[in-house]
């Protein structure tokens, strides 16, 4: 068994390899857009761990951004949108700098990205990340949709708001309710009480926006914290589920804005 696995990897090594260099399968700036799951580096299938996810990473072809997450934090960049179909920068991807028990695969995902330098169509489906030198150095495979209006009912507490974590042991801590039969949110920014109505998209299962919030006019101490909650709700225009479970809300730009946890 062990004998044919080698094989069949060695076949698919020797495919990708030869897609980067073939004319047949150039691919256009638009084939990379939306998001990714990245299931091979160096030749080596990923196998997340148990209740782990793909890492990921997201081309927003319109603005320029990259964004995903490499199996532990989550990762952000650009690249040059006016560049030569085909080729691509992403040494320079930053990212968060959280801890977990095992960051080999984030390792490998980051030092992966740092190499590529050309994308390549891979079969019908997925995409091959390449080197200077045409050498495959992650396969890409297209991400379905998997989130759906009904991952945000109920109570979250909102754990990360402006690209900063809510400090722990607030005496109001900020949270938002989705009543999703009533299309509408309930919640505290930190101080005051925020009510209001939700949008969504039946054709986009991931768009929402909150255009209608409201709230009360109390003064506290700190507003801080309450100044980017109500400024991150503004600017929210999609979401999706992170890695490691909770629900991320994103702007216009694809940029994570807020972090919202199950209470």
């Not at 696995?5 to 060695?10: D, N, Q």
């Not at 580096?41 to 990473?57: D, K, S, Y």
């Not at 409201?214 to 225009?237: I, Q, Y």
Request: proline share 4%; with cysteine.
């Amino acid at each position: 068994m062990k004998k044919v696995f080698v094989s069949l990897c060695m076949a698919g090594a020797l495919v990708a390899l030869s897609s980067c260099r073939s004319s047949k399968d150039a691919a256009t700036l638009s084939s990379i857009s939306g998001e990714w799951n990245i299931i091979e580096i160096n030749g080596t299938a990923v196998v997340p761990a148990p209740n782990q996810e793909f890492p990921f990473i997201g081309f927003d072809t319109s603005t320029g951004k990259v964004f995903g997450n490499s199996g532990c934090n989550r990762m952000m960049g650009s690249f040059d949108v006016n560049a030569k179909p085909g080729t691509i920068d992403l040494g320079a991807m930053a990212s968060t700098r959280m801890a977990c028990p095992d960051m080999t695969l984030e390792q490998n995902v980051l030092s992966a990205l740092g190499q590529v330098k050309k994308y390549k169509k891979l079969g019908k489906e997925n995409m091959a990340l390449c080197g200077s030198s045409n050498r495959p150095i992650i396969v890409l495979q297209k991400k379905a949709p998997t989130v759906k209006l009904s991952d945000l009912s109920g109570k979250w507490m909102i754990s990360e708001a402006g690209g900063q974590a809510i400090p722990e042991g607030m005496e109001k801590q900020p949270f938002i309710e989705f009543n999703l039969a009533e299309k509408r949110v309930h919640g505290n920014a930190g101080c005051n009480l925020i009510n209001g109505g939700f949008v969504a998209d039946n054709e986009n299962s991931s768009a929402i926006s909150f255009p209608q919030l409201v709230s009360t006019m109390m003064a506290c101490p700190d507003m801080e914290v309450e100044g980017r909650v109500m400024k991150a709700l503004n600017e929210v225009k999609s979401f999706g589920k992170l890695a490691g479970g909770g629900i991320g809300l994103y702007d216009a730009s694809n940029t994570l804005v807020m972090v919202l946890v199950k209470k």
